[in-house]
């Protein structure tokens, strides 16, 4: 074997489960099995190798300035990549070129910003389990976030954890039989990459790593918390290793314990499509996408946050939304913040570069336009005294003295590369100043030689010359060429004149390129000193990235709330849900041609306790019931709702049961896996939790699933639970159960009948459904007039027979809501009416308004 590929070989050993990125010149070459498999991956050529021996050695690689994408493409397949680079040289090296891995790419260690999402951590997990209990952190290091925790030993529970963060990567101190459970949850659920029996769990090496990293005060706070602590160092050593620099960057750990936010699992997270839609899985359409009007990315991620982590804190809630109401109450502040924010880049991974060194004049001119708009925002917080803004005002760090060291030392425009220099402003270093004018002859050196050798041979004609392949000449024409001295060496002749050099011009032509390196390696080195600087001020800057952050999601939050016609709900510990004209923030935005019907809600824990709602298919069940879910949520996010007025008592736990849509990749039946959710929801619910049952017993034959659906409305109401709940049903002999259970209210989404046709009225009133109106909606559907004809021929003789009854109406407690077509066209021609801007309409356009006006009562 050649002694390279020994060197390879050698290197590979080490990498045998990832795919090795060999430098050799301007290329990453990959051998043997890593080649064969990174060419079927990335379709590039195999080629081969001479390595020493009989056979080449399979081979395939890619430019280095272009390895980004391949990399990315193999990380999103499952691979890990190990960068190796040459350590010195090439050209000065003396014999084989030392070579070593300089950092592993893991899809959780992900660094490059064309791999990342702008609005959304990357998130590194890891999890250490003991018999008693579990450790869980999660670490984003492209802005050096970490977060941990510990659980009792329940699977369901630590996979709320992973639902609410979902890691990327997940490393455990486990088996891979064991670990069952985490790596299907894993690869179906979070799309994430499990790493079992990884060594870094070692319990003495844990406690000194997070000691390093988080000083005594984290020791003495949660060292008695074994799994925490594992699971803390186990993460800190594991991104030393894969990344094989100073972490240091990675100094603020928020431990959170279980009871701080509001507690979700993931299928009720995906249900209310809160940061992703359920179907399509875009932003587009989620809770997320309403609420998101950040204007810089750790703004977005940060909001995104406060969605998954809604919290249980009425203070905290209440301080949240006194900034809020603050920015919502001032339409100047906020657009002049706004615009002070929309110059604000991705600080957070900005200083992340910077810290490992990699940042250049660009990065760094980024960081300098991003904190010259600290001073004016702080500013501009003087003019408001709400505690939450006060923080941020006081916690922003005008950090001047390192935007004017950035400032006085890199031009505006600085290059790509740093290694090339031409980004050190004019006057900021003598040294840097004299080689540049000695490079562009900016003291004329040339003249001042030419005006010496006139004199001193008398050759009037004299003329330095430059040309780019042979450098500097004395070039002396024909008639003067008896003058010419001993000393000019004669370099080439040409028609009418003759070229020399002499010592001294080739002593300065040296300096002269001398020079260009020597001012490269100056300026880079300057650059280098700058970088530590800054980083080394790190801790500040991230505070005010911090500030920041929150500011925008505030701006965020206020401005959507006066766009969307929100309020601030009142939150408390009261055990009541009291929503007035409440609407689906996200539905709302996509029936904006009609009207959104607004409804109430209102739960406690005594007399309201479950909602049984019936009504037709596509009356508006889900979306109602969702609605009030979310509202709730958004409360205790800190948000103002979509209603005209809430009060909100704070819930513990929030869980849907919504839909039966079948789970194939994990082979269970609809019903089973509607089950399983339901006994996890009867598990976990306590007094204060907020449950919501669509169409529950479904999935099974008509008597089982009525009985199962009144046995779980019952135990959810009863003593065991008596939590807060909705429950949307078909079956509408469920409806006695007002009658026989405390707490429990009938309630039906209105329809009208038209002769065949359904209207639906969207507007939930107290009492059961007359009808089940399922022939109508077939026909709204689309069915065909002659299926559902002879549906309701059917119908009329299984009435006939006795084998069906007709839905028997009892008639509820409270009066019925009597609603008509007219109440409906009045409802919306308010609207209408409210929405109305009087400063712009024109004439005619009021005359067509009226008209259509009119139209809503015909
Ligand atoms: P169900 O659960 O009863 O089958 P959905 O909640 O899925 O019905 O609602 C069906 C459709 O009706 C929704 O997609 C939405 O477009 C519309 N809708 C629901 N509620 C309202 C409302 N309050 N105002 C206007 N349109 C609504």
């Known amino acids: 074997m050649t002694s390279m590929m020994l060197q390879y070989l050698e290197i590979k050993e080490q990498y045998k489960d990832f795919i090795l990125f060999y430098r050799l010149g301007d290329f990453y070459e990959m051998f043997f099995q890593d080649a064969i498999t990174a060419s079927r991956e990335l379709e590039l050529t195999l080629t081969g190798r001479d390595c020493g021996e009989k056979e080449r050695a399979p081979m395939c690689g890619v430019p280095y300035h272009s390895v980004e994408p391949f990399i990315g493409k193999l990380i999103s397949k499952g691979y890990k990549v190990a960068i190796c680079e040459q350590m010195e040289d090439p050209a000065s090296a003396k014999g084989l070129v030392k070579r070593e891995v300089v950092r592993e790419i893991t899809p959780g260690t992900v660094l490059e910003s064309s791999l990342l999402n702008e609005t959304k951590n990357n998130y590194l997990c890891s999890i250490y389990f003991d018999k008693s209990g579990v450790g869980i952190s999660l670490a984003d290091i492209t802005t050096g976030e970490i977060c941990a925790t510990s659980l009792e030993n329940e699977p369901s529970k630590l996979l709320n954890e992973l639902g609410t963060y979902g890691p990327k990567e997940i490393i455990t101190n486990i088996d891979s039989e064991r670990g069952a459970f985490l790596k299907s949850f894993a690869s179906e659920r979070l799309g994430a990459f499990v790493e079992f029996d990884v060594p870094q769990f070692d319990y003495q090496i844990c406690t000194r790593r997070v000691l390093e990293q988080f000083g005594t005060d984290f020791l003495d706070k949660y060292g008695n918390d074994g799994c925490l602590v594992c699971a803390t160092g186990a993460i800190l050593e594991y991104i030393q290793k894969t990344q094989k620099t100073d972490i240091s960057y990675i100094n603020t750990i928020n431990v959170y314990g279980q009871g701080q936010y509001l507690e979700m699992d993931l299928n009720t997270r995906r249900n209310l499509e809160l940061c992703e839609t359920m179907r399509a899985k875009e932003k587009r359409g989620s809770l997320y996408w309403v609420l998101d009007k950040t204007k810089t990315s750790m703004g977005a991620r940060m909001l995104r946050n406060y969605v998954e982590h809604p919290l249980l804190d009425v203070r905290k809630i209440q301080d949240r939304q006194g900034a809020v109401a603050t920015l919502f109450d001032n339409l100047v502040l906020r657009e002049e913040i706004s615009a002070h924010l929309s110059k604000v880049l991705d600080l957070e991974r900005l200083m992340t570069k910077v810290v490992y060194g990699t940042a250049n004049g660009k990065d760094m ?32 760090d005008p950090l001047d003295d390192i935007c004017s060291l950035i400032d006085n030392m890199l031009i505006d425009l600085p290059p790509f590369s740093i290694r090339e220099g031409g980004f050190i402003k004019q006057g900021y270093n003598q040294e840097v100043d004299q080689l540049r004018d000695i490079m562009t002859d900016g003291r004329g050196w040339i003249e001042k030689i030419e005006e010496r050798e006139r004199e001193k041979t008398g050759i009037k004609s004299l003329r330095i010359v430059y040309n780019q392949a042979a450098g500097y000449f004395i070039e002396v024409t024909n008639s003067f060429l008896s003058k010419v001295p001993e000393r000019y060496i004669r370099k080439r002749t040409l028609a009418n004149c003759e070229r020399f050099v002499t010592d001294e011009l080739k002593e300065m032509e040296s300096a002269v390129l001398g020079a ?144 039966a849509s079948d789970d194939l990749a994990s082979g269970q039946s609809t019903f089973m896996l509607e089950m399983t959710e339901v006994a996890y929801i009867l598990a976990n619910a306590t007094k204060k939790s907020f449950i919501i049952y669509d169409e529950i017993g479904r999935g099974t034959s008509t008597f089982d699933g009525m009985s199962i659906a009144r046995a779980i409305a019952e135990y959810t109401t009863g003593k065991k ?132 006006l009119k139209k809503l009562f015909q």
Do not use: W
Request: contains cysteine.
């Open 365 to 396: 001119r980024a960081i300098h336009s991003t904190l010259s708009v600290i001073p004016d925002i702080k500013n501009l917080l003087y003019t408001v005294n709400t505690k939450e803004l006060a923080i941020i005002r006081e916690g922003l």
């Open 516 to 659: 260009k390196d020597k001012l490269s390696a100056l300026e880079y080195d300057l650059f280098v000193e700058l970088r530590k600087t800054v980083a080394d001020n790190l801790k500040r800057i991230q505070k005010s990235a911090n500030m920041l952050a929150k500011l925008d999601v505030y701006i965020s939050l206020a401005e959507v709330a006066v766009k969307n016609n929100y309020v601030c709900p009142e939150v408390d510990y009261s055990d009541v849900i009291d929503i007035k004209d409440g609407r689906h923030p996200v539905v709302e935005k996509f029936v904006k041609d009609s009207y959104f019907v607004p409804n109430d809600t209102y739960l406690n824990t005594t007399t309201d306790k479950m909602a049984l709602i019936t009504g037709p298919n596509m009356a508006g069940k889900s979306t109602y019931m969702r609605q009030s879910a979310i509202i709730v949520l958004m409360a205790q996010i800190g948000s103002f709702v979509p209603a005209k007025s809430a009060r909100i008592g704070v819930i513990d736990k929030l869980f849907t049961r919504v839909g």
């Open 721 to 852: 639970i008596g939590a807060k709940s909705m429950f949307a049903t078909h079956y509408h002999e469920l409806t006695s159960l007002e009658t026989e259970f405390d707490g429990i209210v009938n309630y039906n989404i209105a329809a009208k009948k038209r002769g065949d046709d359904i209207t639906f009225l969207r507007k939930i009133v107290k009492g059961p459904t007359d009808d089940s109106y399922g022939i109508e909606v077939a026909k709204l559907a689309g069915v065909p007039n002659e299926v559902v004809k002879r549906a309701k021929a059917i119908l009329a003789d299984m009435i006939e027979t006795g084998i069906a009854k007709p839905i028997e109406v009892k008639k509820s407690a409270q009066p019925e809501l009597s609603l008509s077509f007219e109440d409906m066209a009045t409802y919306e021609a308010a609207d209408k009416i409210k929405k109305l801007d009087l400063n712009t309409i024109t004439p005619i356009e009021a005359m067509n308004f009226i008209f259509e």
